[in-house]
């Protein structure tokens, strides 16, 4: 990206570099051989404005992201369906308490619900009279969910199940440790025989009497008879606005300020085979009446709880634009042929009356009834993921550009095919670009799209990420590499209009990939260095873009950005710097095109991600091994010398003249960024 050179002030400020802004790993001092210089020209001239869209999320159902994470069902294989149709049928991970001489457990095809028809029969042997009495605390199942229930002392839970049965039923719904010994919150079902003689749904509220982690549900009696049950769930009440999802883990995603949401995937929309692709109808309305389905690509099952209506809902929560990725009639192994793919561009269609048709159309009115009457803002989709190599993609994204621009001609439609190295053959509002890649190889792609020409569609680096041994499961030296083709992305933000991590989530129980942003069990979860990066770039989109020349030998990459605080109208002058080498560098910084005396000698900040070591990792033993440290800048100015340590990732946030200068000691730089 070209730069020019620029007149600057005569003003010099040093500012002080001590063992206060340095990680004691390093024996810093202030002289050293390596040097550079930087200039920025910060002239109102020379600026660019950055799209509003340039980085956002991408969420991909992988590695229990959303089934045992970012949705908030606790019970896992709710309505006992995952293992398959047919029945007897297996039913894990519920498991039988009491023995088989006091009951037996089955499943049989006597659900309420058409399209998931399995249900678990209870056939209670024993009973509280007799000679052939039930054990202390009864006979029954119990569900451990996703690798453990994180159930806490004085919050509610919200339990809904359908039940039938033979006779009159006393069940005790009851939240427990793991082994079953320690009782947290129980309550208990009472009902005669007419009411239960046909499946009625039940409510109960829990609220836990102490915390664990580890925790299970379970469902048990002392009553003999035939005992059924159907779509058991465990909410917590606290869920993230009330839409169900686990709050922790949306609160990480509120701190990337993020401008867009991508969802469902990835592979998880194509799957290996079709009939095992994620399909939106099959996940909205009545979550009992969802029949979840078999993830072939990542190998589980989701009920598909978090279905199409609640990621537009999440991405109305995160106030960010949707991007729905769809089924275009390919998947891994077998593809629709262009001939016959309408009805998957009537699926499409209808997907996207669902989401913006008014409330009396057919598919909009599906979406009011579910409690959202106004229309969801989806602006962009995306046809197909990774297809553009296949037989059928082209002519089968045709069929869908052609449909969708007759239909709602002001949506942006994105194709799998990769535009930047070369024009297309089909029309495009973007093209998608992936990159998995190592170390060494990202930071060199930070000027991948230098060169890229500026006609034609936009690009959506939709998934980037390091991967391999350079990675581990999150280490600095990805981090670094991937601050480092971020810093490209936004010099390029001209051509490049939106840019995602990816993945996302990882439960860390069921590692499908690594690495990933954020990792999280029940009760835990921590930010990889990778996630620390995108903090640094949280107020990009929407900010102005300045010229920035580094004239230097080193390893080294540099941006520089005008952004103000949305929260107190400061505005902030943000140079960041990735020193990729293994030695310090002094690094003079001139920055040109403002007043002498135009930025505040208090008020501005120095941020720096580094580590002892490149390999260095978060843990939940440590889960701020990698994280930013934070500092004022004492002495900044238009014209500093600083000290960048050997592998880091530097952010001087430089508090400009003109804003408002606050009094009460708070820093409005760390509530807008970190």
């Not at 399209?115 to 451990?144: H, Q």
């Not at 190998?299 to 537009?312: A, I, K, Q, R, V």
């Not at 962009?380 to 045709?398: H, Q, S």
């Not at 954020?518 to 900010?543: C, D, H, K, M």
Request: with cysteine.
């Amino acid at each position: 990206m070209g730069s020019c050179k620029v007149p600057y002030s005569v003003l010099l400020l040093y500012f002080v570099i001590g063992t206060f802004f340095v990680s004691q790993r390093f024996a810093i001092g202030v002289d050293t051989n390596i040097t550079a210089q930087l200039l920025v020209n910060a002239s109102d001239a020379a600026g660019r404005p950055i799209p509003d869209t340039l980085f956002g999320l991408f969420f991909e159902e992988i590695n229990h992201a959303g089934a045992g994470g970012l949705w908030a069902e606790l019970v896992s294989n709710r309505g006992f369906e995952a293992g398959g149709p047919n029945v007897p049928s297996n039913i894990d991970p519920w498991s039988i308490i009491g023995s088989e001489s006091s009951l037996i457990v089955s499943t049989d095809r006597s659900s309420l619900f058409e399209r998931n028809k399995v249900a678990l029969k209870m056939e209670v042997l024993c009973d509280s009279e007799g000679t052939n009495i039930c054990p202390v605390g009864g006979v029954g199942v119990y569900n451990p969910g996703f690798w453990g229930m994180n159930i806490q002392n004085g919050k509610t839970y919200k339990v809904v199940l359908y039940v039938r049965s033979s006779g009159a039923i006393n069940v005790s719904v009851s939240l427990t440790d793991s082994n079953g010994l320690q009782t947290l919150a129980t309550a208990n079902i009472i009902a005669s025989a007419s009411d239960v003689s046909d499946w009625m749904k039940v409510e109960v509220l829990l609220e836990a009497k102490a915390s664990n982690p580890k925790s299970r549900l379970q469902l048990t009696t002392t009553i003999a008879g035939l005992i059924w049950f159907d779509q058991v769930s465990v909410m917590p009440l606290d869920t993230y606005k009330g839409h169900g999802f686990r709050s922790d883990l949306v609160e990480m995603l509120t701190d990337l300020k993020p401008r867009f949401l991508r969802f469902p995937g990835g592979c998880f929309v194509e799957g290996e085979w079709l009939r095992n692709a994620f399909r939106w109808k099959a996940s909205i309305g009545p979550w009992e009446e969802r029949p979840g389905h078999f993830g072939d690509v990542w190998m589980y099952w989701t009920d598909d709880g978090l279905g199409y209506y609640e990621f537009l809902q999440l991405a109305e929560d995160l106030d960010t634009l949707p991007i729905w990725v769809f089924n275009n009639g390919v998947s891994h192994n077998d593809q629709v042929d262009t001939s016959s793919v309408m009805p998957f561009v009537q699926e499409a269609l209808d997907g996207i009356e669902f989401a913006r048709g008014d409330p009396n159309s057919t598919w909009g009115s599906i979406r009011a009834a579910m409690g959202h009457p106004e229309p969801f803002d989806l602006r962009y989709v995306a046809i197909g993921n990774e297809d553009c190599g296949k037989k059928n993609y082209r002519g089968n994204y045709l069929v869908f550009h052609s449909a969708i621009t007759q239909a709602y001609p002001d949506i942006k439609m994105i194709t799998n095919c990769d535009g930047s190295t070369q024009q297309l053959d089909h029309p495009a509002d973007f093209y998608d670009f992936h990159i998995y890649t190592s170390a060494n190889d990202l930071y060199s792609k930070a000027h991948r799209f230098d060169h890229t020409s500026r006609n034609g569609p936009k690009a959506f680096v939709s998934e980037y990420a390091v991967t391999g041994t350079d990675a581990g499961t999150g280490s600095l030296l990805a981090g670094l590499a991937e601050a480092a083709f971020l810093i490209g992305i936004e010099k390029n933000s001209d051509i490049v209009e939106m840019a995602s991590y990816a993945p996302l989530f990882v439960n860390a129980n069921d590692r499908r990939w690594n690495p990933d942003a954020i990792v999280f069990n029940s009760s835990q979860l921590y930010g990889t260095p990778s996630y620390w990066v995108q903090r640094f770039f949280t107020e990009s989109s929407g900010a102005t873009i300045l010229d920035s020349t580094l004239q230097t030998n080193t390893s080294l990459i540099a941006s520089a950005i005008t952004w103000q605080d949305s929260n107190d109208g400061n505005n902030y002058l943000r140079i960041k710097i990735v020193n990729f080498g293994g030695d310090k560098v002094n690094l003079t910084i001139d920055v040109g095109g403002l007043d002498p005396n135009s930025i505040q000698l208090s008020g501005s900040t120095k941020t720096v991600l580094t580590s002892g070591n490149l390999k260095d990792e978060n843990s939940f033993n440590q889960p701020k091994k990698v994280t930013p440290t934070k500092t004022l800048l004492e002495n900044a100015g238009t014209e500093m010398n600083v000290i960048l340590l050997p592998h880091s990732f530097t952010s001087f946030d430089l508090l400009k003249e003109s804003s408002i200068i606050r009094t009460t000691g708070t820093d409005s730089s760390s509530r807008a960024s970190f």
